[in-house]
């Protein structure tokens, strides 16, 4: 059964900074794609990574140079670094996984991060 | 990079279709993948079309994905329509160099 479960999300302050996981079941972490997408209360759904097999990944601008993407592969897991946070980076992220090859995308339930001082 | 283009809102009374478009603003429609989500009030977002026309296993056959290179559009269409198809449905593809593109997010409301 294909699980992502994604946690680490809370309440952090402008210019600060956190990690966000993503536990994976069903998938390999190294071999398929993982995306994170992120949701700002009442607003719709932003790109924010991808990761592709063979470990690329690739950020949208706004998060470009503050945000990076690593794996654990023992665990499974996928960690989104968030630094420098700003206001406007408060969001629902989820974590969204397909096989390699394919667009048949899977996603977690996601983990709330608010930016405020 | 392009943008993908929904109507804010559709409407529908229960047993009828309803179709939601999805428009590329710039480079073919055919040239990445498009996939639809569905998303529920206070759910995370499922995948109810991928690459264009593939529906995910488990989602209803109600459920279908074209595409129209002469309107450089994307299509979700939902047939017989329920209470429950009531969700806000985005559109996504990719651009040349990796990025996804998200549309702005149709809100469906069965009337």
């Known amino acids: 059964e294909v699980q992502l479960v994604e946690f680490g999300g809370g309440l952090v302050q402008p210019g600060g900074s956190l990690r966000l996981s993503c536990a994976v079941s069903?998938?390999?972490?190294?071999?398929?794609?993982i995306s994170w997408v992120r949701q700002a209360p009442g607003k719709g759904l932003e790109w924010v990574s991808i990761?592709?097999?063979?470990?690329?990944?690739y950020y949208a601008d706004p998060v470009r140079g503050r945000f990076s993407v690593s794996t654990d592969n023992s665990k499974n897991t996928l960690y989104l670094h968030m630094n420098s946070l700003r206001v406007e980076d408060t969001a629902v992220y989820y974590c969204?996984?397909?096989?390699?090859?394919?667009?048949?995308?899977?996603w977690g339930q996601g983990t709330l991060v608010t930016v405020s001082s | 990079n392009f943008m993908l283009t929904q109507p804010h809102s559709v409407s529908a009374s229960p047993g009828k279709t309803v179709t939601i478009s999805c428009t590329r603003s710039?480079?073919?429609?055919?040239?990445?993948?498009v996939q639809w989500y569905q998303q529920r009030p206070g759910s995370s977002p499922t995948t109810v079309i991928y690459?264009?026309?593939?529906?995910p296993s488990g989602v209803s056959d109600r459920f279908s994905g074209s595409i129209d290179r002469s309107s450089n559009s994307a299509s979700l269409t939902i047939s017989g329509l329920k209470a429950e198809d009531e969700a806000d449905y985005y559109c996504?593809?990719?651009?040349?160099?990796?990025?996804?593109?998200f549309g702005g997010g149709t809100k469906l409301t069965v009337l």
């Open positions: 996504q593809s990719f651009d040349t160099t990796n990025h996804e593109v």
């Open positions: 990761t592709y097999s063979g470990g690329s990944t």
């Open positions: 690459e264009d026309f593939q529906r």
């Open positions: 969204v996984a397909s096989r390699v090859g394919s667009y048949d995308r899977h």
């Open positions: 069903g998938f390999i972490v190294r071999n398929d794609y």
């Open positions: 710039s480079g073919s429609i055919a040239s990445n993948s």
